[in-house]
């Protein structure tokens, strides 16, 4: 494997790991590395640019199932032990993100955002706000059985499928937030990361249940795309501005939920200074994905869309 393609590896695994925070999006990470609308105008031509671009596509999509794998082991004991810290660990790490994505939506162009510009902003904030709607209700628990699965178990990993499809597709859209308001965030993470019982039979029942989830995902991907890719052709600077407030709304839905969370338990100093340094941690590490993202996205646009 190349440094090029160890580079790609290392930037998918990077989106997964991010993917599965709830409130972040691994598509923003996508963004701020160049590589988001090549995976698009790829996924959206198959035959013409997809296999033509394996030697980019493999290894970063093989990054992406090792970091969801990865967080999955460990961000279940990290949300459990941390969860109000991580929680904004996480809103830093998303705002650090915000300056990239605002000179996306500029598009090269000095004028002015446009009304419908904004209005797409504020449609997009909107929405990842009234995700943490059903989370604040109480709606967060779930009696779904991913090991002794029926047909509405079934169907339901397929939607999980999709969920996280659309959170990649879309930038700014988090599927670990959706998951978590409707209750499945939380039997995902322990299908996936629970390596207490790891017999023959267990592993069988995670198999059967990661299939409908596999699936989803790949219909999820493979049906968005296109849209994506017409709306980046034919609206780049609106569809930019939508992820714009897509990412902003990241951020408020998380201390929304963050806060929610505060109020269940007494305010000690133990935990301001807990707060203080995830902000600090997600600033330092918002840095460093800015630093080396920048260089990365001139290297991954250079060798954007193969010759035919």
């Given at each position: 494997?190349?440094?090029?393609?160890?580079?790609?590896?290392?930037?998918?695994?990077?989106?997964?790991?991010?993917?599965?925070?709830?409130?972040?999006s691994?598509?923003?990470?996508?963004?701020?590395?160049?590589?988001?609308?090549?995976?698009?105008?790829?996924?959206?031509?198959?035959?013409?640019?997809?296999?033509?671009?394996?030697?980019?596509?493999?290894?970063?999509?093989?990054?992406?199932?090792?970091?969801?794998?990865?967080?999955?082991?460990?961000?279940?004991?990290?949300?459990?032990?941390?969860?109000?810290?991580?929680?904004?660990?996480?809103v830093?790490?998303?705002?650090?993100?915000?300056p990239?994505?605002?000179?996306?939506s500029?598009?090269?162009?000095?004028?002015?955002?446009?009304?419908?510009?904004?209005?797409?902003?504020?449609?997009?904030a909107?929405?990842?706000?009234?995700?943490?709607?059903?989370?604040?209700?109480?709606?967060?628990?779930?009696?779904?059985?991913?090991?002794?699965?029926?047909?509405?178990?079934?169907?339901?990993?397929?939607?999980?499928?999709?969920?996280?499809?659309?959170?990649?597709?879309?930038?700014?859209?988090?599927?670990?937030?959706?998951?978590?308001?409707?209750?499945?965030?939380?039997?995902?993470m322990?299908?996936?990361?629970?390596?207490s019982?790891?017999?023959?039979?267990?592993?069988?029942?995670?198999v059967?249940?990661?299939?409908?989830?596999?699936?989803?995902?790949?219909?999820?991907?493979?049906?968005?795309?296109?849209?994506?890719?017409?709306?980046?052709?034919?609206?780049?600077?609106?569809?930019?501005?939508?992820?714009?407030?897509?990412?902003?709304?990241?951020?408020?839905?998380?201390?929304?939920?963050?806060?929610?969370?505060?109020?269940?338990?007494?305010?000690?100093?133990?935990?301001?200074?807990?707060?203080a340094?995830?902000?600090?941690?997600?600033?330092?590490?918002?840095?460093?994905?800015?630093?080396?993202?920048?260089?990365?996205?001139?290297?991954?646009?250079?060798?954007?869309?193969?010759?035919?």
């Amino acid at each position: 494997m190349g440094s090029k393609s160890i580079k790609d590896f290392l930037v998918g695994t990077l989106v997964g790991i991010v993917s599965m925070m709830p409130g972040a999006s691994g598509g923003i990470i996508a963004v701020i590395f160049g590589v988001y609308e090549r995976i698009i105008a790829d996924l959206a031509d198959i035959r013409g640019k997809l296999l033509k671009d394996l030697r980019f596509i493999i290894p970063l999509g093989l990054g992406v199932v090792f970091g969801l794998l990865v967080c999955a082991v460990g961000i279940d004991a990290l949300m459990q032990r941390w969860e109000i810290p991580m929680m904004f660990l996480f809103v830093a790490l998303i705002a650090f993100q915000i300056p990239d994505i605002r000179r996306l939506s500029d598009d090269g162009t000095t004028e002015k955002p446009t009304n419908w510009n904004l209005a797409l902003c504020a449609m997009g904030a909107v929405v990842m706000v009234l995700l943490v709607v059903p989370t604040l209700m109480g709606g967060t628990s779930s009696s779904i059985s991913l090991m002794e699965l029926d047909v509405v178990d079934i169907v339901l990993l397929f939607v999980i499928g999709v969920i996280i499809a659309l959170s990649k597709i879309v930038p700014g859209m988090s599927g670990a937030a959706i998951l978590l308001a409707i209750g499945l965030y939380t039997p995902l993470m322990n299908l996936i990361g629970d390596t207490s019982d790891l017999d023959l039979d267990v592993l069988v029942d995670k198999v059967s249940a990661l299939i409908p989830i596999g699936l989803g995902l790949v219909v999820g991907v493979l049906g968005l795309s296109r849209v994506v890719d017409w709306f980046l052709r034919n609206h780049r600077r609106s569809t930019y501005f939508c992820i714009l407030g897509m990412t902003l709304g990241s951020i408020v839905a998380v201390v929304v939920q963050a806060v929610d969370s505060m109020a269940e338990s007494p305010v000690e100093w133990t935990m301001i200074a807990g707060i203080a340094v995830g902000i600090v941690a997600g600033l330092v590490i918002g840095y460093l994905i800015s630093r080396v993202s920048s260089k990365y996205a001139e290297e991954t646009m250079e060798g954007e869309h193969p010759a035919e």
